[in-house]
Structure formats: C-alpha cells, structure tokens
C-alpha cells in the first residue's frame, strides 16, 4: 500500500508540473507542440527519478518510525532490503541528474539544489522540530520555478502570471498536509525520539495550525479568477474544492488529511480543464 500511495503522489506532481507547464506555455496546445514537448518528457523523466528517490529514501529513513505507525504497509524493511533500498536510491538520484543535463541549464540549476534539498530533508527531517512541514513544503514548492525553468520562461500571459501566485496557496496547503500527517504518525516519532511540530506543541493547537493554514489558502485559490487570470471553470473547481476543504475541517485527522490533498488535486486539475476548455 505505501509502494501505491507514493507512487499516486509522484504522478499527482507530475501531473502538477505538466499543469503549471501549460500554464506558462500559454495553453496545452502549445506544451504539447514539438519544441516543448520533447523538452517536457526530459524533465518529466528527470523529476520521476528524483522523485522516486525521494519517496525510497524517505522510507528507508523512516523504517523504524514505520514500524509503528504503519507495520502493515512498510515497503522498505518488509519487502525491499534496507542495503538494496540504498543503492536504488542512489541509482534514482544519478539518473535524475544525468536526465536534468538533457533539458536544458536552467533546469539543471534548480533540479540539483530540489535533489540536495529532498535528500537532507530526508536525513534530518526528524530533527528539524518546527521547521519541518516549512521545508518540505518549500522542496515540493519548487515544481513552480521548476516548471518556468523547464518552458525556458514560458510566453508572456496572464496565464502564466498567475503562477506567481499559485505557489502561495499551494505552499499553504502542503504545509497544512504536512502538519496533518505529522499527528497521524505521532505514536510512531515520539518512539523514535522525533521533535515533529506536533510533538512540540500538542497534537490539537498542531491540528488547528494545519486548518488555519488550509483554509487561509482559500482566499488565494480565488485570486487568480478575482484577476482574470482563470475563467469560469476553476472558479467551479476551487469553489469544490473551498467546500470539501471546509467539510474536512470536522472530520478526524484521517479525513482531514485527505481532504486538503483532495483539495490541492480539484485546484490542479480545475486549473488545467479551465486552460483546455477557456
């Protein structure tokens, strides 16, 4: 199961990129046309690796926590060696790297620092206390300059100036996501001696952080409609997207959590459809 979930979160980010890559094209059309598309695979195939580093290297990292919060579906330590996890890890990052020099070089300047960065976050992220969720959720923040990085820039839009907003809302809501999977997972840090934000400050003032987070990245999930950025069919989007999130808010921790990854998927891909369809 946790193979799967990661695997469903890699292609959500992807799928994120492709979005915001569109949107800096200027349409889909025009990401899909030979010049950018040959370029975006590139890069999709560079970021996939780093990715899937990532999320292995994550777990390797974490098997001892796993054992408690999630024995049943570890992958690493259950199903794959702790040696051998190690050296696909490797393999993934050098693969990613070797793909980035095939981009082109402002890709390669923000795929080895994200790389760096997803890597130290995985060996101290038990350790960064309340600056946990802030970093990852500035790695995963990334995909932005990532994806104006990969279009070279893009074509001048509204469109595309919309994408300095959206990573706002989106670092909001990831950090939020964080936070809610940081109290799922308490049992298991507070065993293995983490410092998580929940561990520091109460599982419940932890929980409101991540509402109060969540539901302030509503107001900017709107901007970009209020400036005539996005049409008619992300408004319907995140205005869904506005009421699964609120509806979270009184269900338990579970439930909250995939309500705000429910939330920032609607907000993608209503974006996405109102580009193709605007």
Do not use: Q
Request: with cysteine.
């Amino acid at each position: 199961m946790s193979l799967l979930v990661n695997l469903g979160k890699i292609f959500s980010i992807l799928a994120g990129v492709f979005t915001i890559s569109a949107y800096a094209c200027g349409s889909v059309g025009v990401l899909l046309s030979p010049p950018f598309l040959a370029v975006f695979l590139k890069g999709a195939a560079s970021l996939f690796f780093i990715l899937c580093a990532g999320y292995l290297m994550n777990d390797l990292c974490d098997v001892r926590y796993d054992r408690l919060n999630r024995p049943d579906s570890m992958f690493v330590g259950k199903r794959l060696s702790a040696g051998l996890a190690g050296w696909f890890v490797l393999a993934l990052f050098s693969s990613g790297v070797v793909c980035a020099f095939f981009v082109n070089r402002w890709f390669t300047a923000v795929i080895l620092p994200l790389s760096a960065g997803v890597a130290l976050y995985n060996l101290y992220s038990k350790r960064l206390g309340l600056f946990k969720e802030a970093a990852i959720s500035l790695v995963v923040a990334s995909i932005y300059p990532l994806a104006l990085a990969l279009t070279s820039g893009g074509n001048s839009s509204s469109r595309r100036d919309s994408l300095y907003i959206f990573p706002v809302w989106f670092f909001l809501n990831i950090m939020a996501y964080e936070i809610m999977r940081d109290i799922i997972d308490s049992p298991g840090d507070k065993a293995g001696r983490g410092t998580t934000l929940p561990l520091r400050i109460g599982e419940e003032k932890a929980r409101k952080a991540a509402v109060f987070l969540a539901l302030a990245g509503i107001p900017v999930s709107l901007l970009p409609y209020l400036l005539g950025m996005c049409g008619n069919v992300y408004l319907g989007g995140a205005a869904a997207a506005a009421l699964l999130l609120a509806a979270g808010t009184v269900m338990r921790n579970p439930g909250l959590s995939k309500a705000i990854f429910m939330n920032i998927l609607l907000v993608t891909f209503s974006s996405l459809a109102d580009l193709h369809l605007g």
